[in-house]
């Protein structure tokens, strides 16, 4: 696998072409998460490939590091978000009751406040409202309608 290729502007996993294939509902979403796949990628390249500056970072020195370890962990949570990302995006509208019970839990917790992710999983969709309609009638309007009613 070749993640350079998975995260591809016009024909990655992460590309709106694909996901508008699969489930046209989250083709918005993809930018931000294609986004987030390159820049964790790079990140995480930067330390197979022997980035200076990631060398400096650990010191020389094999042992336990606090900052070090929040950094490692902040990307295996980006991962984990991009990774359900791409596999709601290709798989969910493929995936029966049974499988969709199965990975409501993790999908919630990274994808809930995506509206197409909650609506599919059967979980409560908050439901914007539609702008008032205009009246007919303006406030001055009726401020003096209820001056008027009071004199009556």
Same mark, same amino acid.
């Given at each position: ?10 024909? &990655? ?17 993809? +930018? ?24 400096? @970072?650990? &010191? ?10 929040? /950094?490692?962990? @902040?990307? *295996? ?17 493929? @995936?029966? /009751?049974?499988?969709?019970?199965? #990975?409501?839990?993790? #999908? !919630? ?5 995506? +509206? /197409?992710?909650?609506?599919? !999983? &059967? ?7 539609? +702008? *008032?309609?205009?009246? /007919?009638?303006? +406030?001055?309007?009726? @401020? ?9």
């Amino acid at each position: 696998m070749v993640w350079s290729a998975l995260i591809d502007d016009e024909s &990655g996993v992460l590309s709106k072409q694909f996901v508008r294939t699969f489930y046209e509902d989250l083709t918005g979403e993809c +930018p931000h998460y294609r986004a987030m796949g390159k820049e964790v990628y790079r990140e995480c390249s930067e330390y197979v490939h022997g980035n200076f500056l990631t060398h400096v @970072a650990l &010191g020389g020195k094999v042992e336990f590091q606090q900052p070090i370890f929040d /950094a490692w962990h @902040a990307k *295996a949570k980006t991962i984990r978000l991009v990774s359900s990302f791409a596999l709601c995006a290709r798989y969910i509208n493929l @995936a029966d /009751a049974k499988t969709h019970a199965e #990975l409501e839990t993790v #999908l !919630l917790d990274n994808l809930g406040h995506i +509206p /197409a992710v909650r609506s599919i !999983l &059967g979980a409560p969709v908050e439901k914007t409202l539609a +702008p *008032a309609a205009k009246s /007919a009638v303006t +406030p001055v309007e009726k @401020a003096g309608t209820a001056a008027e009613k009071t004199n009556v």
